[in-house]
């Protein structure tokens, strides 16, 4: 019998967590090309799909994350609660990997002297306007500035803003009515689209702006997860699906409307992965979640060992990951788990300090 999104999508007893985990081994995967041979070289299927490993993974993390934060807005129905969760998911670990880059990292191997390095402020705007995830800043003077990809220490934060715009127009969009009202929820999408279609690097592209592209590209992501939260009722997950829109998508390979497809291929694809295999497999929820940790130590990590001269993307690869592993455990165990906790706590104590009456 096949199974609808609906009836298998709540709890935790599921392969996301897993599924993060090895979108985020994927980046590893695909950020080793370049940060070992050169910007130039072709991260693993950029030929065949137009965008490479790490993309389709970054695609992944939007699906995954429009739909989980959907999910949590609907059964909260409470935007400071859902402002916390946000805001204690991401910022905690982002922090402390940003601090840590430029006040232990950056001192260790910079090319400056230890007063060059403490008196310039650009080591002080790295730490602030990464934090803050405004127009992010990916380089210290004296860093990495020898190594063949460049001196971007943690090329991965891009990602991040993005993110967090995603959640803040799901915000908006929630309070106004985007859950509640189906007129509301048209007048949205319908809204979204047409600056999709004027912004998307897939279709027009007006904008110049990087930035601008970037966010219709990965918003779209984003809103597939949404949509399948508010249509879960009507989503069937089987292979038998999965196989129809994967041929739908090929025969769209070399058309505008490619990417938009295959996202909605991809989307299937995960929650069957993520909802359906069951038995042994869960046992990974017993680990932790680990996927944020390795997503923002893995990119540092690898121009470290660019700049002790490893120029092997396989090897580069292998000892990255047992490299960040630990680390990914430890900003777990010690920084995100612990403050995920503390997110119930902000939220009563600010409506209590801001909204009581």
């Known amino acids: 019998?096949?199974?609808?999104?609906?009836?298998?999508?709540?709890?935790?007893?599921?392969?996301l967590n897993l599924i993060r985990m090895i979108l985020a081994t994927s980046v590893i995967v695909s950020h080793s090309y370049p940060i070992a041979l050169g910007s130039g070289v072709d991260e693993p299927l950029e030929a065949y799909l137009g965008f490479s490993l790490g993309k389709l993974a970054v695609y992944g993390f939007f699906i995954l994350s429009g739909f989980l934060v959907a999910q949590s807005y609907v059964k909260r129905n409470d935007p400071i609660d859902f402002s916390a969760a946000r805001i204690f998911r991401i910022f905690?670990?982002?922090?402390?990997?940003?601090?840590?880059?430029?006040?232990?990292?950056?001192?260790?191997?910079?090319?400056?002297?230890?007063?060059?390095?403490?008196?310039?402020m650009e080591t002080y705007s790295y730490v602030i306007r990464n934090i803050s995830l405004i127009k992010l800043q990916f380089s210290i003077p004296g860093l990495f500035e020898e190594n063949i990809y460049g001196s971007a220490i943690n090329g991965s934060l891009w990602t991040l803003p993005h993110e967090l715009a995603c959640y803040v127009l799901l915000l908006i969009a929630g309070i106004?009515?985007?859950?509640?009202?189906?007129?509301?929820?048209?007048?949205?999408?319908?809204?979204?689209?047409?600056?999709?279609?004027?912004?998307s690097p897939h279709f027009l592209a007006l904008s110049n702006i990087s930035q601008i592209t970037n966010l219709a590209d990965l918003s779209f992501a984003f809103l597939v997860g949404v949509m399948f939260c508010k249509f879960q009722r009507h989503i069937f997950l089987s292979p038998a699906h999965i196989v129809v829109l994967l041929l739908v998508t090929i025969l769209l390979h070399d058309t505008y409307f490619f990417v938009?497809?295959?996202?909605?291929?991809?989307?299937?694809?995960?929650?069957?992965?993520?909802?359906?295999?069951s038995g042994f497999i869960r046992k990974y929820n017993n680990v932790g979640d680990y996927s944020y940790g390795t997503y923002i130590y893995a990119f540092p990590v690898q121009q470290i060992l660019s700049y002790y001269g490893m120029n092997n993307p396989d090897s580069m690869t292998l000892l990255t990951f047992l490299i960040v592993l630990p680390l990914a455990i430890l900003s777990w165990h010690i920084v995100e788990k612990p403050s995920l906790r503390l997110r119930s706590v902000a939220s009563s104590k600010f409506k209590e300090k801001y909204l009581s009456t």
Do not use: Q
């Not at 950056?106 to 400056?112: D, V």
């Not at 938009?260 to 295999?277: C, D, K, M, R, S």
């Open 1 to 15: 019998m096949t199974a609808k999104l609906s009836d298998v999508c709540e709890g935790r007893d599921n392969n």
């Open 176 to 199: 106004i009515g985007f859950f509640r009202s189906n007129l509301i929820f048209w007048l949205i999408i319908l809204t979204y689209v047409s600056l999709y279609l004027l912004f």
């Open 260 to 277: 938009p497809v295959f996202l909605l291929f991809y989307a299937v694809l995960l929650f069957w992965l993520g909802y359906i295999p």
């Open 92 to 120: 905690p670990g982002l922090i402390v990997v940003i601090l840590l880059t430029a006040f232990l990292l950056a001192p260790m191997l910079t090319s400056l002297s230890m007063s060059e390095h403490f008196s310039s």
